[in-house]
Structures are given as structure tokens and as C-alpha cells.
């Protein structure tokens, strides 16, 4: 008589750097989930934290969703949605597919799609402040030291010296450049226009 094996399921649950990343996105790197990958190999701690996720975006929603009371009662829906998935995870089969399934449905709202219709039903817009493009484009493209130095303090230091050798005071300088008083001296002072003794309010 022949044995016969049945194939076991593979765990879902791993290792898994991806989701560590998302939460550092929600919660930032000095939150609990930093090095945290490794524990998601236990279900209780891939409810924690997906729970952890839901309460971060509930906070997020109440400082943007001011004229849209629908979207934010949707959002409020699929959160608990998801938060009653996930309790399943490691204890119903099947707990992993319906999280997925409403964590979807969670971004479609999101991205104004609605009515299973496959058509937006509301407009959505996101934009920087100049502060957010200028972060953003530090940690996407982050500079060595000396190419930083080639690009963006040397053309400064021209420019302050410029401004100087047309008889700008320090102070003058310091309030076109957005610079503190101290900045200036001593961009001046390393490049020979002043010495370091020199009393910039007589500049």
C-alpha cells in the first residue's frame, strides 16, 4: 500500500523586511517597528502591527479629511475592517487573503475610487511645501560631502563674497542670504576678506 504525503501549507509568516520599511514610513525610524523584521514571523506581532498602521493613518485622516464627512465614514470603515481581519491572522484560514483584500479596498478609497464601478468618484491632490520637496530631494538623491561642497557651498561662498566686495555690511549679506551673522563672518574669514578679529557691525 502506497503512503500518501499531503503537501503542508507554507507559512505565511517570515522575515519580512517590507513590512518593517512600511511601518518606519508610518511611524518613523525611532519608533518600536526599527529592526522589527524579524518578528513578523510571529503573527501576534504582524497584528500588532498592522494595528499600529491603522491608528497612524486614523491620526493622518483627521488633520487632512476636513470637507469630505463620506470619505472620511469609508475610511473609517475599511480601518475597522481591517483591524477585524487581521485579528484572524494565525487563527482563521483564510485571515490573510481578506486582509489583503481590504487594505485594497482601503487605498482605493484613498485614491477616490468608489460604487465598484472602476471610475474615480472624487477628485484627490497632493502637493509639497517647498520645505517637503527640498527633504525629499535630499534623501532620494543624498550628496557626498564634496559634491555638496562643489554645488552648493562654493557658488554661496562667490556669491557672499560678491555681494561683500560691493560694499555690503555682514548683516545686509546675512538677510539676502537667509544666513546667520556668524555663517557669513565666516565664509568671509576663510576666504581672506576679513579676519576673524573683525567686528562685523563695523562691515
Not at 475610487?113 to 538623491?141: C, I, S
Request: charged share 25%; proline share 3%; net charge positive.
Amino acid at each position: 500500500m502506497k503512503q500518501r504525503f499531503v503537501k503542508s501549507r507554507p507559512d505565511p509568516y517570515a522575515y519580512c523586511m517590507s513590512l518593517e520599511e512600511a511601518l518606519l514610513n508610518l511611524c518613523g525610524q525611532k519608533s518600536q517597528w526599527y529592526g522589527m523584521a524579524g518578528s513578523f514571523q510571529n503573527p501576534t506581532s504582524v497584528r500588532r502591527s498592522v494595528r499600529a498602521a491603522c491608528n497612524q493613518i486614523r491620526r493622518r485622516l483627521r488633520e487632512i479629511v476636513t470637507v469630505d464627512d463620506r470619505l472620511a465614514l469609508l475610511v473609517q470603515t475599511d480601518l475597522e475592517a481591517i483591524e477585524r481581519a487581521v485579528g484572524g491572522l494565525g487563527k482563521k484560514s483564510g485571515a490573510e487573503i481578506h486582509t489583503i483584500a481590504e487594505l485594497i479596498n482601503l487605498t482605493a478609497h484613498l485614491l477616490g475610487y468608489d460604487w465598484l464601478e472602476g471610475q474615480p468618484n472624487r477628485q484627490v491632490m497632493y502637493f509639497q511645501t517647498k520645505e517637503q520637496q527640498q527633504k525629499d530631494d535630499r534623501e532620494r538623491h543624498p550628496t557626498s560631502p564634496e559634491k555638496f561642497r562643489e554645488e552648493v557651498l562654493t557658488p554661496r561662498q562667490e556669491f557672499i563674497c560678491n555681494l561683500h566686495a560691493r560694499g555690503l555690511r555682514v548683516a545686509h549679506i546675512a538677510e539676502i542670504m537667509n544666513q546667520s551673522e556668524t555663517v557669513v563672518k565666516d565664509i568671509l574669514v576663510r576666504s581672506g576678506k576679513i579676519s576673524r578679529g573683525t567686528n562685523t557691525k563695523n562691515t
